[in-house]
């Protein structure tokens, strides 16, 4: 699976950096992200997912270098362990830290980050210089959209950053890096 052009990584950095949530493909699904330090978009994207804010969002990455200021106490060695175990492609719920926002937390003390493997995210990632919220396109109550189409019709018009679904057939898994308990299967 090849990665987006550039022509359409800027449009999509463009967009999150003025603020708008944007729709890519992930491993599994569509998904929904913005700016994990822009207030403003991560309300935007929790009003067009009927998502409470206490709930708490995940962060994708390309790698943990564009994520690590939002945790801490990963150097620990059974995190360490489970981060090299399990990334790229599980969600890793991680100690939080205190730049980690209470819109991205909601009511947990912990960050949950996944490594992508997916061409698409890694290389958005990569050009945003940085980690987005990442959370799956649907509206809640919703089966996760799995095509163009089905992301259109929950949405309407949004920034889309061209590219095909991974071959997973479900959101990713999410593990306690502290503990390894199976969070979501």
């Known amino acids: 699976m090849k990665?987006?052009?550039?022509?359409?990584?800027?449009?999509?950095?463009?967009?999150?950096?003025?603020?708008?949530?944007?729709?890519?493909?992930?491993?599994?699904?569509w998904?929904?992200?913005?700016?994990?330090r822009n207030r403003r978009a991560v309300k935007r994207l929790l009003a067009l997912k009927g998502r409470p804010q206490k709930k708490?969002?995940?962060?994708?990455?390309g790698q943990f270098s564009q994520a690590e200021a939002y945790v801490t106490a990963w150097k620990e060695a059974e995190i360490q362990e489970r981060m090299a175990t399990l990334w790229p492609g599980t969600t890793l719920v991680l100690p939080?830290?205190?730049?980690?926002?209470?819109?991205?937390?909601?009511?947990?003390?912990?960050?949950?980050?996944?490594?992508?493997?997916h061409p698409g995210v890694v290389a958005l990632c990569r050009a945003f210089h940085g980690a987005i919220i990442s959370t799956s396109a649907n509206p809640a109550g919703k089966?996760?959209?799995?095509?163009?189409?089905?992301?259109?019709?929950?949405?309407?018009?949004?920034?889309?950053?061209?590219?095909q679904l991974g071959g997973a057939r479900q959101p990713s898994r999410i593990v306690d890096a502290r503990s390894g308990r199976v969070l979501r299967s």
């Open 96 to 117: 939080g830290s205190r730049r980690a926002p209470i819109w991205l937390r909601g009511r947990h003390p912990d960050v949950a980050v996944r490594v992508s493997r």
């Open 143 to 163: 089966m996760p959209a799995r095509s163009r189409h089905q992301l259109h019709r929950y949405f309407g018009r949004l920034v889309v950053l061209p590219g």
């Open 31 to 36: 998904g929904l992200g913005c700016d994990p």
């Open 56 to 61: 708490g969002l995940l962060l994708v990455a």
């Open 3 to 29: 990665g987006p052009s550039q022509r359409s990584l800027r449009r999509a950095v463009a967009a999150l950096r003025r603020g708008a949530v944007i729709a890519y493909p992930t491993e599994g699904v």
